[in-house]
């Protein structure tokens, strides 16, 4: 996969040989994004039943590596809804198959493809359902990375703009840099280049004065878990942009596909919010030299919870969702003939 802690700098690709290389890719940011990430562990489930069909002299050795791999993978990053629906995809079928560990190797191979094929998918259609909701020369503001390298490919919020560009070449993007990680500046920026969008870098703190000067005509974000309600668990930042939107008389619009949405989570207050390395934040380099005291106590949430109250619209594959979001994502997530929630 695309190491995205390299990028812009480099462009290099890693080889996982391993279920626990995928867990510590998915840790450690090699691989973001709630739809990525859930590609990711799908691959990673698979990778583990091919090297444990090779080892195993037996099912029951196989189905104990299978559910120590199944279990870390799940894991390895807690606030994305998409890797947790991903793994129990797969290991639904471990679980119910009752062939060869090299025959369920197989199947989980052909899952993994899939689950990676669809959320391409997936994007495109969130892209072409979104094109009515934008005007002409729209300045469309982003916050994190939901572009390509978030999903596997093509991008919910990212391909929301690919959509409304291609229709539109008088849109133009603004980009939060989106600190601590910088994946605006260094993801989002880094793929508007490679396309050609034209767009202009700014640091978070200077969303309000754009959005004063009418110079916002949308935001457009991705999501990692969206609750029943329509609450939104996006990057941290992301609650701060919609207040700002709100005040401004901008609509937030989301974009993510029905894989994000968790049905069985009332509201955003019950989805657990990742808490990262205190050092993302101490020692952020400026001019070479680090940002704070080496000992400065930090606190680094990795996502924040925006109330559906401040989201105009969320979009997903089956098309323009509106409140109320229970009625209406509860029909989505029909329409794409998921599994119940919960």
């Not at 691989?31 to 037996?58: D, E, K, Y």
């Not at 939107?245 to 069985?264: N, W």
């Not at 955003?268 to 919010?273: G, N, R």
Request: with cysteine; glycine share 8%; aromatic share 4%.
């Amino acid at each position: 996969m695309l190491d995205q802690t390299r990028l812009p700098g480099e462009v290099v690709h890693v080889t996982l040989p391993g279920w626990p290389d995928v867990v510590d890719a998915i840790r450690t940011m090699v691989v973001r994004g709630a739809p990525a990430i859930g590609v990711a562990g799908a691959m990673g489930v698979a990778l583990a039943a091919r090297n444990a069909a090779a080892t195993s002299a037996t099912r029951q050795a196989f189905d104990a590596e299978m559910g120590r791999a199944i279990a870390e993978l799940r894991d390895a990053r807690p606030t994305a809804v998409n890797l947790a629906w991903a793994v129990d995809r797969l290991a639904g079928i471990v679980a119910d198959h009752e062939g060869t560990p090299a025959e369920i190797a197989d199947e989980l191979d052909a899952s993994a493809r899939a689950i990676h094929s669809d959320e391409v998918d997936r994007c495109m259609a969130i892209g072409r359902h979104s094109l009515p909701l934008f005007s002409r020369g729209a300045r469309i503001l982003t916050h994190c990375n939901a572009g390509a390298l978030a999903t596997g490919g093509y991008g919910t919020a990212l391909g929301v703009v690919r959509a409304a560009y291609a229709a539109d070449p008088g849109v133009s993007v603004i980009v939060d840099e989106t600190r601590p990680l910088l994946q605006g500046s260094r993801l989002t920026a880094w793929e508007l280049e490679q396309e050609g969008i034209p767009y202009t870098l700014i640091t978070d703190n200077m969303a309000a004065m754009l959005m004063s000067e009418g110079r916002v005509t949308h935001v457009v974000v991705g999501a990692d878990r969206i609750a029943a309600n329509g609450d939104v668990v996006n990057k941290i930042g992301t609650y701060g942009v919609a207040v700002l939107a709100r005040e401004h008389g901008i609509p937030v619009i989301v974009a993510a596909p029905t894989s994000t949405l968790d049905l069985s989570m009332p509201s955003a207050a019950e989805i657990p919010v990742e808490e990262r390395d205190p050092d993302e934040v101490r020692d952020l380099a400026l001019f070479g030299r680090a940002a704070s005291p080496a000992g400065a106590p930090v606190a680094n949430p990795a996502f924040d919870r925006t109330p559906a109250r401040l989201v105009a619209a969320i979009v997903t594959e089956q098309g323009v969702h509106r409140a109320p979001y229970e009625r209406s994502l509860r029909q989505a997530w029909d329409a794409a003939a998921h599994d119940p929630p919960g």
